[in-house]
């Protein structure tokens, strides 16, 4: 065995280097389908009139379409779980900002139209 076979066979079997996961096709099918299927969900509720909630239901079809995302599409479910948690906690402090920013839009809307 040559010396550079010998050090590509070394690399490969190294504890310490980084391991790829290989996520099953159909489990990213499903995840494409979802999302596709979550994304229907979020035009079909701007068809229904449900008052000052449907910025919240947008909203939180949203943060399950980003959570599965990170999860499935970047890996987060096989990688370390505070990985995990950092991202869903990330997830949760946008949505709770933009959900602030939205209550007190409303406060100010009766001055805006006109």
């Given at each position: 065995?040559?010396?550079?076979?010998?050090?590509?066979?070394?690399?490969?079997?190294?504890?310490?280097?980084?391991?790829?996961?290989?996520?099953?096709?159909?489990?990213l099918?499903?995840?494409?389908?979802?999302?596709?299927?979550?994304?229907?969900i979020?035009?079909?509720?701007?068809?229904?009139?449900?008052?000052?909630?449907?910025?919240?239901?947008?909203?939180?079809?949203?943060?399950?379409?980003?959570?599965?995302?990170?999860?499935?599409?970047?890996?987060l479910?096989?990688?370390?779980?505070?990985?995990?948690?950092?991202?869903?906690?990330?997830?949760?402090?946008?949505?709770?900002?933009?959900?602030?920013?939205?209550?007190?839009?409303?406060?100010?809307?009766?001055?805006?139209?006109?």
């Amino acid at each position: 065995m040559n010396e550079q076979t010998q050090q590509t066979h070394e690399a490969a079997h190294d504890d310490s280097g980084m391991h790829v996961h290989v996520v099953p096709i159909p489990v990213l099918l499903m995840t494409w389908g979802a999302l596709i299927l979550l994304t229907v969900i979020t035009v079909a509720v701007t068809y229904v009139d449900l008052g000052s909630f449907n910025i919240w239901l947008a909203m939180l079809i949203a943060v399950v379409k980003a959570s599965l995302v990170g999860l499935y599409f970047m890996h987060l479910r096989w990688d370390f779980p505070f990985h995990g948690v950092l991202f869903l906690g990330s997830l949760a402090f946008v949505f709770l900002f933009v959900a602030i920013v939205l209550m007190d839009t409303v406060a100010y809307q009766p001055d805006l139209i006109r």
